[in-house]
């Protein structure tokens, strides 16, 4: 049996714009922590001539490479002004001339995390890099950190990490890195786990009381271990009864990083969950790092 393949340090996707700034500042702290190397990596998209109809070219032209160099510089200036508390870290670059989602996707496979803005710029604006993000966060090898450049303007160092838990492979993954951020951070975790995926609203046969319990147990169990793991970590344990993206969100005002599973239970909650990681990357100000499952 081969052995896994060791994943490196930190990829950021970058691309000019105000979020792929945020995210090369958010990354330089994580890279700082983690005593990491950091990659900054640029995706030109191949251009389609109009005949013969649909070929490619099959080189980066040399103004499209000379923009890509550019979008690099300025990724590393914003790099090197944001490591003003931790050794420069190694620093690597790289400009590739593919279609941005497979080429990051596939980058991944051999990082530690992906770091990508929520919306940057392309030929059809915000929605082209908004689906880039999306499908990182679908698809990726490895935790992927969304950062927003409209987010909270200074990030409150000492606020807790929080983290969504709902007993799937993807949220035990979860829990393991916020507690690992939490350590690193010197900082509290706030473990949240909605026992109802339907609402408030009252489904005939149901018990109140005996699924209240359930996710009592489901918080004790996936806690018991990662807090022997890590004493140091302060846990607080949230416990609600209504649709799970609502109530993250709402705490996620308080914390200074979210950390969610990429998809949940299984059948239709499966689905919902999965739903909840993209509303939460997509809807909150903090930086959301998004865990899939082993």
């Not at 945020?22 to 702290?29: D, M, Q, T, Y």
């Not at 992927?144 to 007993?167: E, F, M, N, Y």
Request: contains cysteine; proline residues 4%.
């Amino acid at each position: 049996m081969s052995e896994p393949t060791k994943k490196h340090g930190i990829l950021v996707c970058v691309d000019g714009s105000a979020a792929s700034d945020a995210a090369v500042a958010w990354a330089a702290w994580e890279a700082g922590m983690r005593n990491t190397t950091i990659t900054l990596m640029h995706a030109v998209a191949p251009i389609v001539v109009g005949f013969p109809v649909g070929r490619l070219y099959d080189e980066m032209p040399g103004w499209q490479m000379e923009a890509g160099q550019h979008v690099i510089d300025q990724a590393r200036k914003t790099l090197s002004a944001s490591l003003d508390k931790f050794e420069s870290p190694e620093i690597r670059t790289k400009i590739v001339y593919s279609n941005v989602a497979p080429a990051l996707i596939e980058a991944s496979k051999d990082a530690r995390m992906i770091v990508a803005g929520s919306q940057g710029l392309g030929a059809l604006g915000r929605l082209l890099l908004g689906s880039v993000t999306t499908s990182l966060v679908h698809h990726a090898h490895c935790p992927v950190a969304v950062i927003h450049s409209d987010g909270d303007a200074a990030v409150d160092a000492t606020a807790p990490v929080l983290v969504g838990i709902d007993g799937s492979p993807a949220s035990e993954s979860a829990t393991a890195l916020a507690f690992d951020e939490a350590s690193r951070r010197g900082v509290g975790l706030v473990a949240l786990h909605a026992w109802s995926d339907v609402g408030v609203f009252p489904m005939l046969g149901m018990d109140w009381r005996d699924s209240e319990a359930k996710g009592e147990e489901i918080l004790a169990e996936r806690l018991a271990g990662w807090q022997e793991q890590y004493p140091d970590v302060h846990v607080r344990r949230v416990l609600c009864c209504d649709l799970p993206s609502r109530w993250l969100l709402e705490e996620s005002e308080h914390a200074q990083l979210v950390v969610i599973g990429s998809h949940g239970r299984g059948g239709f909650a499966g689905m919902l969950l999965g739903s909840v990681s993209s509303h939460v990357a997509q809807s909150a100000t903090k930086p959301v790092i998004v865990v899939r499952g082993e």
